[in-house]
């Protein structure tokens, strides 16, 4: 990760912080967004998406890629979340996303199970 650090003998003009302070580390990184369509109930074109989208982020020297809410099982998925084995797509769909992340942090939204509960989901991925 690229980074800048702040020289140690500069001074903040603000009244309450005036004077000399601990150095600063500011981290730049680059953010790709990924916009396009993920089709609703294709979790397989989805995910060969999502890994095109995260190759081409990787290829433009992104740091962190953002996918949309759903991006896994598409949107608005609707009844398709009460079956059952789409819901056991989703977690396997997420699975090999997650075993093929590499060099690049990955937000991306899908719907999850656990406890016998539905949710709307976020995952951070982080290699």
């Known amino acids: 990760m690229r980074f800048r650090k702040f020289s140690e003998s500069k001074t903040c003009n603000l009244p309450a912080l005036t004077g000399r302070f601990t150095p600063i580390y500011i981290?730049?990184?680059k953010?790709?967004?990924?916009?396009?369509?993920?089709?609703?109930?294709?979790?397989?074109?989805?995910?060969?998406r999502a890994q095109k989208s995260i190759a081409l982020a990787l290829e433009k020297g992104a740091d962190l890629i953002?996918?949309?809410?759903?991006?896994?099982?598409?949107y608005p998925p609707e009844d398709?979340?009460?079956r059952p084995g789409f819901m056991r797509r989703c977690h396997d769909v997420m699975d090999e996303l997650v075993a093929s992340?590499?060099?690049?942090?990955?937000?991306i939204g899908h719907p999850w199970t656990e406890g016998g509960e539905r949710f709307n989901a976020v995952s951070w991925v982080r290699d």
């Open 66 to 74: 953002l996918f949309p809410e759903m991006a896994i099982s598409g």
């Open 80 to 82: 398709l979340l009460l």
């Open 27 to 29: 981290f730049m990184i």
């Open 101 to 107: 992340v590499k060099g690049i942090d990955v937000v």
């Open 31 to 48: 953010i790709a967004l990924a916009q396009q369509d993920f089709p609703v109930g294709d979790m397989t074109g989805n995910l060969v």
